[in-house]
């Protein structure tokens, strides 16, 4: 499975993105899905992520509502949507795919290179 992520930027504070991460194969239906980020000097982190046929997802603490992830599995694509942006919430974003306990790194098999989200104030 290859993953590409798209939809990153530039954006002020209080706005919008939303982040797609297409993935190649005929078996992204079989994989949980999840995004994680990288702020500039932190450890990467677990933001969301999604069940194989996308009736559960699961949060971190941080995100307080603003994020939303989705998947269509008709279109191979898992989305990240994010709202109410602040600052703290620049970061690399990387979409992954995986199975089990999707909060964890370790339970991802594949990852994307990732798509630099910058929020200025």
């Known amino acids: 499975v290859q993953l590409l992520e798209s939809g990153g930027g530039l954006v002020q504070a209080g706005g919008s993105l939303r982040l797609s991460c297409a993935a190649s194969?005929?078996?992204?239906?079989?994989?949980?899905m999840g995004w994680f980020r990288r702020a500039p000097g932190k450890e990467r982190e677990f933001v969301a992520a999604i069940s194989e046929s996308g009736g559960v997802t699961y949060y971190a603490a941080f995100v307080k509502g603003r994020f939303t992830i989705s998947r269509d599995n008709a279109k191979n694509t898992v989305y990240l949507q994010i709202d109410s942006l602040k600052p703290e919430d620049t970061a690399a974003y990387y979409c992954a795919a995986g199975a089990g306990r999707l909060r964890f790194g370790a339970s991802y098999h594949y990852w994307g290179q990732g798509t630099l989200v910058t929020v200025s104030s």
């Open positions: 194969g005929r078996t992204f239906s079989s994989y949980g």
